[in-house]
């Protein structure tokens, strides 16, 4: 049974500040890593995908990278603002008979704060 | 991408009542999911929507308890049945539009069992 791991669970920052968050998951036969976003109460906005092929995705401020072997993603933001205050989520996509559904990490609560 | 409306965004209900989510989508989807999201817990996935089929339940999930519609290709429900404070949680509809491709969610159904 796939199980993802955020680490950390909670951080703070001030604005300006360059930041990585980590995500681990024990089964590397994934098919496709994802990263999401949650405001409080909100659903959720897909921040990058990365393909099974692909090692890294880039979007504006954020990088994210995946090492399959080794079981590992990290989410990287550049110059953090306020507005990126949300929950971040960390998603593996299965594959074989189970594609197409998700195994979530309990997610990094990130505060920047001005 | 894909345009995903999830009705009602939030309730208040009495134990015992049942309530249906519907989730509409902007175009045709192969795959069709429900999550879960308990009160500070991350997304777990109750079931698959198959098209013109039984869903498709995960462990720990019933389809007496949360019986679920998909009459075509855009639209699901997803009905919470005999409700108890427990079910007290954020209930989501995802869809993955094209095979490999990233998964996006509607913006949830905030459901309050009292």
């Known amino acids: 049974k796939q199980e993802v791991t955020q680490i950390p669970a909670a951080l703070s920052v001030p604005e300006g500040e360059n930041l990585v968050l980590n995500c681990s998951f024990t089964d590397s036969a994934i098919y496709n890593l994802q990263w999401f976003r949650q405001d409080p109460g909100k659903g959720l906005t897909s921040l990058l995908l990365i393909q099974s092929s692909q090692r890294e995705q880039t979007s504006g401020r954020l990088n994210a990278s995946l090492d399959k072997s080794s079981g590992r993603s990290t989410l990287y933001i550049a110059a953090s603002q306020p507005g990126d205050s949300a929950t971040y989520l960390c998603a593996v996509h299965a594959g074989g008979t189970s594609y197409g559904k998700l195994t979530f990490g309990q997610g990094t609560i990130l505060t920047v704060h001005p | 991408s894909a345009v995903i409306s999830q009705k009602p965004s939030r309730d208040i209900c009495q134990r015992g009542t049942s309530l249906t989510i519907q989730c509409q989508v902007d175009s045709q989807v192969t795959m069709m999911f429900w999550y879960r999201q308990q009160p500070g817990q991350s997304l777990t996935l109750i079931a698959t929507?198959?098209?013109?089929?039984?869903?498709?339940?995960e462990s720990g999930f019933v389809i007496d308890k949360f019986p679920i519609s998909r009459p075509n290709l855009t639209f699901s429900t997803l009905t919470v049945s005999n409700m108890s404070p427990e079910d007290s949680s954020i209930y989501l509809c995802?869809?993955?539009?094209?095979?490999?491709?990233?998964?996006?969610f509607g913006q949830g159904t905030r459901l309050t069992v009292v």
């Open positions: 995802s869809v993955e539009v094209w095979r490999d491709t990233e998964a996006f």
């Open positions: 929507a198959n098209q013109g089929s039984e869903a498709t339940y």
